[in-house]
């Protein structure tokens, strides 16, 4: 329920303002250091490229989850996230410089390299796990061709920025504005561009993911993916958030009440994450599929039983119980210490989807991995301050800011 509405937000800085070229700079800094180490300790090209993707599906899952959720709050009409959606608008549009960060991996897939970390490029090299089901992999070949994988990514990013570009630039409009009749337009498109999100995110998972293993199918997969995007996505709001906070900015429109919301949808997802997984894997136990169960007996081995344990505690079992009580959802620097450990969580979790089968037959975290993951960072804060430019970080214009100013949980 929500309190009678303040008549104006607070009068302090809005934006990024002398924040943002030290951020801009320093990540781009970091991006390009980070991931030339990376690749000098991965040793070569096919190993760098898998703890690559790894940040990669990291952060872009991060803008789709961003994505998400301004959607939603246009489809829905929310009141109470207004404050925090620009954050949100910002994750989604950083899908554009994702479409860059994407490059490395899709030029030795349309060059056909022996470096592609998609086995699927080269049927006449196949690995020794993939021999006799060339048959089969050629049945898929139609839709697993380096031209046909290129062009449907570049539908996905045209779909991503198109739909984060007309919420953003509406927004933005509406800033200076008050139109109220710009929230009636993105509301409208709201509903298809859930549905445009919707299916390029399956089949973004079903090429990103889980063709590294070709012959291995599931239809729980994409929600699997969605739930991390999801969850992902709040954890990064609510610690740009804190931030932000932190240096002075939106210390008054982005309250209590708004973290404890975040915590809220944050813990949700925690626990839907763990329903997914688990329905995942039964399914695939009980079905009992050769082209199926390999996919786990692979994450049951070479030390991997120990990591997939890991992944439960990390991802499940400890944020289950570390942010269920209602007062630490309220505490500020709590909520930022948990959307921290959450996202290594979520860092880890593509880790260890993708990982095993293919580059890590013995589990372990290597220097390489880590500096990828910083190394794309770096360019991804890098992008949200260009993005942010000195445009105001909360969308002042909206009809509903006041609503979300005043709210107040019951």
Known sequence: MSTPARNTPSSERLTLGPLRAPLMFGGLGVGIVGLASAYFLAGDLRSFLSAYLVAFCFIVTIS?????????????????????????EILAMA??????????????????????????????????????FGDLLAHKEPFLNGPFFAIRALVYFAVWGGCAAFFLRGSRSQDESGDKSISLRMQAFSAP??????????????????????????????VYWFAGAAMSSICTMTLISFLLQRSGRLTDDITTEHYHDLGKLMFGFVFFWGYIAFSQYLLIWYANLPEETFWFEYRQQGGWATGSIILIVVHLALPFLAIM????????????????????????????????????????????????????????????????????????GDPRLYESLSYHNA
């Open 325 to 396: 009580p209602r007062t630490l959802r309220r505490n500020k620097a709590y909520m930022a210490m948990a959307a921290i450990f959450l996202l290594g969580a979520h860092w880890y979790d593509h880790f260890w989807l993708i990982m095993p089968t293919t580059f890590r037959p013995t589990f372990g975290v290597t220097p390489a991995d880590i500096l990828c993951l910083v190394g794309v960072i770096g360019f991804y804060a890098s992008a949200f301050a260009l993005i942010a430019g000195d445009r105001k970080l909360i969308p002042a």
């Open 64 to 88: 789709l989850g961003g994505l998400f959720w301004v959607t939603i709050m246009h489809l829905t009409r929310a009141g109470w996230g207004v404050c925090v959606r620009r954050l949100a």
């Open 193 to 222: 561009a859930m549905l445009l999100f919707a299916a390029t995110l399956v089949f973004a998972s079903f090429d990103w993911g889980m063709s590294l293993e070709p012959i291995f199918f599931s239809t729980i997969y994409p």
């Open 95 to 132: 899908t554009f410089p994702c479409l860059i960060l994407f490059l490395p991996i899709l030029l030795p897939v349309m060059t056909g390299s022996s470096a592609s970390i998609y086995d699927w490029v080269d049927l006449k090299n196949l690995p020794e796990r993939l021999q006799g």
